[in-house]
T-cell receptor, first 111, second 113 residues
Framework: DQQVKQNSPSLSVQEGRISILNCDYT??????FLWYKKYPAEGPTFLIS?????DKNEDGRFTVFLNKSAKHLSLHIVPSQPGDSAVYFC??????????FGAGTQVVVTP | DGGITQSPKYLFRKEGQNVTLSCEQN?????MYWYRQDPGQGLRLIYY???????QKGDIAEGYSVSREKKESFPLTVTSAQKNPTAFYLC????????????FGPGTRLLVL
């Protein structure tokens, strides 16, 4: 039973526009959430995270929003750039480092 | 130059053969993890180790084995009992503790001949 869900397998966005990636979770005990970015044939790289005590965290072009009541988080990328084309994984944890990952969303940034 | 290394990049396994995937880190991290990625699926946890000489099964441990004899090394053996071993295998490490960011190696793609 998948506890972290990314219901959009792919997203296409024009360069310069906003990319919005969504993630839903079912386990109310999750208290820390992360986004990873992955290029083909490479390991994921950490992008941004948020603790459950916050509802927003911003790092440059990347902002993560957390809505605990809806068990929903989103990643905003503004403005989108061609190098942002990758698979983005949402992850969550409620214990010592044991992450649960979503299935990923493939982002394609077009010129 | 700190990081996590995995070798080989590609690995071929014959039917009935055990193969071992290497994972080494020089980040002085206590915790290490093995994940498997299949097309259209997220990363699934195979095994993890929070400290040397100790490890726990993840969500899909059947057909796999690990050891953690040294802090910097966490090899994964894919045994002949694993009936569908073709996948991309990722090793990760972290300091250990709550609110933890894991750092991933480049991955090993295992193919069955």
């Amino acid at each position: 039973d998948q506890q972290v869900k990314q219901n959009s397998p792919s997203l296409s966005v024009q360069e310069g526009r906003i990319s919005i990636l969504n993630c839903d979770y079912t386990n109310s005990m999750f208290d820390y959430f992360l986004w990873y970015k992955k290029y083909p044939a490479e390991g994921p790289t950490f992008l941004i995270s948020i603790s459950s005590i916050k509802d927003k965290n911003e790092d440059g072009r990347f902002t993560v929003f957390l809505n605990k009541s809806a068990k929903h988080l989103s990643l905003h990328i503004v403005p989108s750039q061609p190098g942002d084309s990758a698979v983005y994984f949402c992850a969550a944890t409620d214990s010592w480092g044991k992450l649960q990952f979503g299935a990923g969303t493939q982002v394609v940034v077009t010129p | 130059d700190g990081g996590i290394t995995q070798s080989p990049k590609y690995l071929f396994r014959k039917e009935g053969q055990n193969v071992t995937l290497s994972c080494e880190q020089n980040l002085n991290h206590d915790a290490m993890y093995w994940y498997r990625q299949d097309p259209g699926q997220g990363l699934r946890l195979i095994y993890y180790s929070q400290i040397v000489n100790d490890f726990q099964k993840g969500d899909i441990a059947e057909g796999y084995s690990v050891s953690r004899e040294k802090k910097e090394s966490f090899p994964l053996t894919v045994t002949s009992a694993q009936k569908n071993p073709t996948a991309f295998y990722l090793c990760a490490s972290s300091w250990g503790g709550n609110e933890e960011t894991q750092y991933f190696g480049p991955g090993t793609r295992l193919l069955v001949l």
